[in-house]
């Protein structure tokens, strides 16, 4: 069965026009003039066809380079039947496109599923992706760290010998407890006016806990405890790598969501790709909390140690609540409620 | 209604064209492309970035689609599997530099020196790509700029514009718009550019005579809260709040600032550049409406939380075309498509996701 469609014809690389007819077989097509003269033709299968976009005209691209402009308002279902191996499914996309209803439910959608990615989907991936990094590549980060940091924001420890001493040993006795051979954890004392009280953990094993820190927990060398254990769950988790991870595929996530940015809205998703890294940032410490709140009967320290030191280094200040949406780190009053409440728990346990 | 062009260029030089006025019109609407928009997000969601290069692809054959001289309408010939695979490399080159720069200082260091050494074969081949991808009436334009230039354009001058302390800025962003306009071909047919190094200067300094007069005011608004937080109970409460406000003002402040430069530079371009012969362009956009329509923009992003991004772009691409204006020869479908075939989207999509920014203005 034969179909004829309407046309503009411009041949091989040339700005020129005619207007043609294309009679339509199941197999091939053939182009003939207004004056009935054939221009052309070839097989369908060699052809393809642009798919519907928006009210632009349609075009039938010929294997030479040639193509043809379709006229608009006709009916080209059968002419998509015929050439329908050559990408042609979109026409369900301008379908889609086309549907008030499903603008409605994409709305709906959009924000649910970005959700869900941004709270499971990037987070398994990275921890999974994480696994298959090599130990040796994350000492490697440790020494390169501490190479730049020592010579940046770190200075050699003020503590006396003595306390540091002190303080390794109850370090090598917890970590004895704690049994996890395939780590090699390390403590270091450095004086760093500029971060304060503070404590750190590098990936390959490396803590760094900062004299500002010892000196506040004065006379509490168990909640220097606490917050080492803290930091040895991030170490544990892999965590810092896993945060890495997941900025990295957030950020080019958001790239391609969003497309062609400029100025305000580029400023914007800045902000977002902020927000969500501070987002995971959170998931994160609240893990290494949850480490340091669980060992209690392996470690003997215990929640309350970790409250402890919590509270002594927010310093009673409050916060106000939009900090928490704000923020890398939970707020220290629901940190410390929590370990209050596992130690309230535990002792009803016993 | 035809009218005959009269070129305002009034020497010696031969008449760019002695041509026709032919209707340039855009017949996109907003509500059509939030269809199109939506969709292109939904579905790169749902498969996780795959269904961006379709989506890409699409909107460009909206808008490449929808502008029209006379009844002749634009093609945007790539494919989405081109650009899918284009950004699937650039996806892991980019990961493998964000890694090295992490853990790898010391290399990373050298690859930034490399990538800077890259950078203008990027933008080389991402113009190129994306010049060989736009065809009108079944010809293709063309963009046939070399390495060597463009390392001097892009890299050499503006390096040593810095020992001339930025003096020479404005000179070395004239050159770079005569590289990408000279460089330029539709068919076989060269476009030609005679831009002047003073209205560089002058866009130059307007810009920033607006940028100071707007920094003033908008410091004067900010003394106000800078009070606020002297407030020591209310440093805490507001401050990392009021930063992003702040950086929200500074950033929309910036574009509003850039679109003077952008305006000036365009009219020039487009009233200086022509085909030989063939082609002549002109542009007529007052600064004004310009900034307003920037600021509007801004604004209605910002209270849709970006959904009026679909409006936005609609009407941006009426307001330049209605004020852009071309007149050609009767001849002009005789120009020929000259250009070998293949070609990769590698380049342009390594460039887009490391924020190389190339187009003119």
Excluded at chain 1, 179 to 204: Q, T, V, W
Aim: hydrophobic share 45%.
């Amino acid at each position: 069965m034969t179909k004829a469609y309407k046309g503009a014809y411009f041949a091989p690389r040339s700005g020129k026009s005619i207007d043609v007819q294309i009679e339509v077989n199941d197999y091939y097509c053939a182009l003939l003039s207004d004056d009935g003269e054939g221009v052309t033709q070839c097989n369908l299968i060699d052809c393809k066809l642009t798919s519907q976009i928006g009210q632009i005209p349609r075009e039938l691209w010929l294997p030479d380079g040639d193509k043809v402009v379709l006229a608009q308002g006709q009916d080209l279902s059968s002419l998509e039947q015929a050439i329908k191996h050559n990408g042609n499914g979109t026409g369900v996309l301008h379908w889609l496109e086309s549907q008030k209803k499903f603008w409605l439910l994409s709305l709906l959608l959009v924000p649910i599923l970005f959700y869900f990615i941004v709270t499971f989907v990037i987070p398994a991936a990275a921890k999974s992706a994480v696994k298959v990094l090599p130990h040796e590549i994350a000492l490697n980060i440790d020494n390169r760290s501490m190479d730049v940091m020592d010579r940046t924001l770190l200075e050699s420890s003020q503590l006396s010998l003595d306390k540091q001493a002190k303080l390794s040993r109850q370090f090598s006795r917890l970590v004895d407890k704690l049994a996890m051979s395939d780590k090699s954890l390390k403590l270091l004392f450095r004086d760093a006016p500029s971060i304060g009280a503070n404590a750190f953990a590098l990936p390959g094993g490396t803590i760094v806990v900062t004299d500002d820190l010892v000196e506040l927990l004065e006379d509490h060398d168990d909640a220097v405890m606490a917050i080492i254990l803290h930091e040895i769950g991030h170490i544990e988790h892999q965590h810092g790598l896993q945060l890495m991870t997941e900025s990295l595929a957030t950020s080019i996530m958001l790239t391609y969501i969003l497309g062609d940015l400029d100025g305000i809205a580029e400023y914007l998703s800045g902000i977002a790709l902020t927000g969500l890294q501070n987002n995971f940032s959170r998931q994160l410490e609240m893990e290494a909390d949850e480490f340091a709140l669980s060992m209690e009967s392996k470690t003997g320290i215990s929640p309350m140690d970790f409250a402890l030191a919590m509270e002594k280094l927010s310093g009673g200040e409050n916060q106000p609540d939009i900090a928490k949406y704000l923020s890398s780190h939970p707020l220290a009053k629901d940190r410390i409620e929590a370990a209050k409440e596992r130690a309230k728990n535990s002792d009803v346990a016993d | 209604m035809d009218t005959e062009h009269v070129s305002s260029n009034e020497n010696d030089a031969p008449q760019p064209v002695q041509g026709f006025e032919r209707a340039l019109t855009f017949s996109g609407n907003a509500k059509e492309f939030f269809g199109i928009w939506i969709v292109n997000v939904l579905l790169t969601i749902v498969t996780l970035g795959i269904y961006s290069a379709w989506a890409k692809v699409r909107t460009n054959q909206y808008f490449y689609g929808n502008t029209a001289i006379e009844n002749d309408r634009f093609t945007y010939l790539a494919t989405p599997i081109q650009i899918l695979k284009g950004r699937i490399i650039a996806v892991l080159f980019f990961i493998t530099f964000a890694l090295v720069v992490n853990f790898f200082p010391v290399v990373g260091a050298f690859m930034n020196l490399v990538f800077l050494l890259l950078m203008p074969l990027l933008i080389c081949m991402s113009l190129r790509f994306n010049m060989r991808m736009t065809s009108f009436r079944n010809v293709r334009f063309d963009f046939t700029g070399r390495y060597g230039r463009a390392f001097a354009v892009f890299i050499l001058y503006p390096f040593l514009s810095v020992f001339t302390l930025y003096l020479a800025f404005p000179l070395v962003l004239k050159k770079m718009d005569e590289f990408i306009v000279d460089n330029t071909k539709f068919g076989n047919q060269q476009f030609v550019s005679e831009l002047e190094t003073p209205t560089y200067y002058v866009a130059a300094i307007a810009t920033i005579c607006v940028g100071f007069v707007g920094g003033l005011i908008i410091s004067a608004f900010n003394f106000g809260s800078l009070v606020v937080m002297d407030n020591p109970e209310a440093v805490n409460d507001g401050l990392q709040f009021q930063l992003i406000i702040f950086g929200l003002l500074m950033a929309g402040f910036f574009q509003i600032i850039q679109t003077v430069y952008r305006t000036m530079i365009r009219n020039h371009i487009y009233n200086n550049t022509f085909i030989p012969e063939k082609v002549d362009l002109e542009s007529d956009v007052k600064i004004s409406d310009a900034m307003g329509l920037v600021a509007t923009n801004l604004l209605a992003l910002v209270f849709t939380f970006g959904l009026a991004y679909a409006w936005v772009k609609v009407r941006t691409a009426h307001f330049y075309i209605e004020r852009t204006k071309i007149f050609t020869s009767s001849d002009i479908d005789t120009i020929i498509d000259d250009i070998a075939q293949s070609d990769s989207a590698l380049a342009e999509e390594v460039s887009d996701l490391f924020d190389v920014d190339i187009a003119l203005t």
